[in-house]
């Protein structure tokens, strides 16, 4: 039998007008369940309108429908944290306790994709997106090496934290940023012209930072010119996505804290746990799926991603 879904008292902090035009007339937040030690990685799967996420401190990937409510997919997961469809439908996802990107087959079997840059294996990829021309993009921080919860343990083998671009169909992989301290969530703005990465170093290193960098995108398999785009407080920045116009939203530890284009804060969507990650989904992709805390909650928009 399906949960009931609680309904949330509204809590939008406006800073700009643009921001009422956002939200949907009358909508609110609404928690759809819980049960997770740590929610990560939600993506909204169309063809049952489901949502599927990873439990990534339970070693869990869970699937939450109106109709079945909760249930558990995989477990144990390996520590996946970020997932997306590729081009044929299938699921990707990061694998923090394997140290590489999965996909799931039609036979419903995992296999890994990529496990290593150079020769030497991945820190512990933890959010990835997949681009229209079926390349992942992805970030590689050390937290399944480093943090318990996060991983199986093991040495660092790689001199740094990169984003990384991998072409399934040749099996190429390249560093396409790496002056970044810990990369975390990414998102590609509408036409792939541009690179949002969140940089969570705040959360282990005494001189890290609390911030989202913009890079740009040269010939579809480049990143360059980067710099810092929001400073986002209180908390680190974790997964984010963008909508239709380009408006960024950005995980942070009391809020959806949601930003135009050009910069401007135009307001917060305040979810009573920390923000780890969230999409876009329903059947017109204009609800923001949230994961945060031990839970998954959603709000309905007036904007929508483009897919």
């Not at 996420?53 to 699937?63: A, E, F, P, Q, V």
């Amino acid at each position: 039998m399906a949960e009931a879904i609680e309904m949330l008292p509204n809590a939008i902090e406006i800073y700009d007008d643009r921001m009422r035009s956002l939200i949907r007339p009358g909508a609110s937040l609404q928690k759809l369940t819980d049960g997770a030690v740590h929610s990560e990685g939600p993506v909204y799967c169309r063809e049952d309108d489901s949502i599927v996420w990873s439990d990534d401190h339970g070693n869990r990937l869970l699937r939450w429908s109106a109709s079945d409510g909760l249930s558990v997919l995989r477990d144990p997961s390996d520590y996946q944290n970020g997932n997306d469809h590729d081009l044929e439908g299938r699921l990707v996802s990061c694998s923090s306790g394997l140290r590489a990107i999965i996909r799931q087959e039609y036979n419903g079997q995992w296999q890994v994709l990529c496990d290593r840059y150079q020769g030497k294996r991945l820190n512990s990829p933890n959010d990835l997106i997949v681009k229209r021309d079926g390349t992942i993009w992805f970030t590689d921080p050390p937290y399944g090496i480093t943090e318990p919860n996060q991983g199986y343990g093991g040495e660092q083998e790689q001199p740094g934290s990169y984003v990384y671009r991998f072409d399934p169909a040749t099996g190429e992989i390249d560093a396409v940023i790496t002056d970044m301290l810990r990369p975390n969530g990414l998102a590609f703005n509408p036409d792939e012209q541009l690179l949002y990465v969140s940089d969570s170093s705040a959360f282990d290193l005494s001189e890290g930072y609390h911030h989202v960098r913009i890079y740009e995108v040269v010939e579809g398999q480049n990143a360059i010119n980067g710099r810092v785009f929001a400073v986002i407080d209180p908390g680190q920045p974790d997964g984010l996505s963008i909508d239709e116009h380009g408006n960024v939203f950005i995980s942070s530890e009391d809020s959806v804290q949601v930003y135009a284009p050009d910069g401007t804060h135009l307001g917060k969507i305040l979810v009573p746990e920390t923000v780890a990650n969230l999409t876009f989904g329903g059947k017109n992709r204009d609800r923001l799926i949230i994961a945060a805390g031990h839970s998954l909650y959603t709000i309905g928009l007036n904007t929508y991603r483009m897919q």
